[in-house]
């Protein structure tokens, strides 16, 4: 469903204004009529920072900012959080217009949730840590609930990677934790740790969710992404989810890089019916795939469950298996 753009990758470490090791994971927004992209760029001692960059096709002719949005180092009471760098940017818009940002924030404690809001993307106010280590990919949903704003995130809890949301009524405190989908364990494409991929995409039918799962092959790492659907007006419920994953690493720039067979969104834009992704290949460079929204839909609409039989918020029905052994760690993705 998902097709590879023709000029694949279309940012490299030599697009960029700065020496690097690489450039991958952006988070994704449109600005002004333009596409964003705020990029993952790691420096060649292994720290990342975040760098904005603007296309007027979202496609080339990137104007990659000099400086960065957010970097280690500038924040500094009263632990400096984000000592080791700021990684995987996923974007929401607000009214305003205001976009939140929510980044994994990575230090010698560990990888945590962080939070920055900006109307410019070229200035940013900090809200700090709002998830504690070990957590990372988070995303805020761009609507309330009633007077609640959603978060989805991904703990470690118990060696177990599954995806949870919580609830804010400010973009700053957040509570009521709750389980949202399980890693399905076993030999399942996505049984070693699942993640939110790019913020939910609003639909008639629900939140159409695209997340990466990790199945490990002979030690080795696997990332690749699959669909789910939450319900509109309570997203903290799973109403569908595809058995089989929709995007894997097949190309050349996907298979070898810092961090082999890897894909890995943190953000899409949907313009005219089309799902515009950009994606991390091999932790290395900057990708870009797009797929008609109404064939992801199609994908996902014959995974829809009986929800008598999916009690309680979160709950993901019995196709998924208990987990089963861990092995190995993750690479950088």
Not at 190 to 195: A, E, N, S
Not at 266 to 293: I, N, P, Q, S
Not at 305 to 317: C, I, K, M, N, Q
């Amino acid at each position: 469903m998902f097709q590879r753009h023709e000029s694949n990758p279309i940012l490299t470490i030599r697009d960029l204004p700065m020496p690097a090791d690489s450039v991958f994971n952006p988070g994704v927004a449109e600005v002004d009529g333009e596409t964003l992209l705020l990029l993952r760029v790691e420096d060649r001692r292994g720290f990342s920072s975040l760098y904005a960059a603007r296309s007027e096709n979202g496609v080339d002719g990137w104007r990659i900012e000099p400086k960065p949005l957010l970097a280690p180092g500038q924040m500094r009471w009263p632990h400096d959080y984000e000592e080791y760098g700021c990684e995987d940017a996923r974007i929401t818009p607000l009214p305003g217009p205001e976009w939140v940002i929510c980044y994994t924030a990575y230090s010698r404690f560990g990888p945590a949730v962080a939070m920055a809001r900006t109307r410019d993307f070229r200035s940013v106010e900090r809200v700090g840590v709002i998830l504690p280590p070990n957590n990372k990919d988070a995303v805020v949903l761009p609507e309330r609930v009633g007077d609640l704003w959603v978060l989805l995130h991904r703990p470690v809890t118990g060696g177990q990677e599954h995806i949870w949301h919580a609830i804010s009524e400010d973009l700053v405190h957040w509570s009521r934790p709750g389980m949202l989908m399980e890693e399905r364990g076993g030999p399942w494409w996505d049984g070693l740790r699942v993640g939110v991929g790019a913020m939910p995409i609003p639909t008639p039918e629900g939140w159409l969710l695209i997340y990466h799962g990790v199945k490990e092959v002979a030690t080795h790492p696997i990332y690749r992404l699959g669909l789910a659907l939450l319900r509109r007006s309570e997203p903290r419920h799973v109403i569908a989810r595809c058995d089989e994953w929709v995007f894997g690493p097949e190309a050349p720039y996907e298979l070898e890089g810092d961090a082999p067979n890897v894909v890995f969104t943190c953000g899409a834009l949907v313009r005219d019916g089309v799902v515009w992704m950009y994606y991390g290949a091999a932790d290395t460079r900057v990708c870009l795939a797009t797929a008609e929204l109404s064939d992801l839909l199609d994908a996902v609409r014959p995974c829809m469950r009986d929800e008598a039989a999916t009690p309680g918020l979160g709950s993901t029905g019995p196709s998924q298996g208990r987990k089963g052994g861990k092995q190995g760690g993750a690479p950088a993705a």
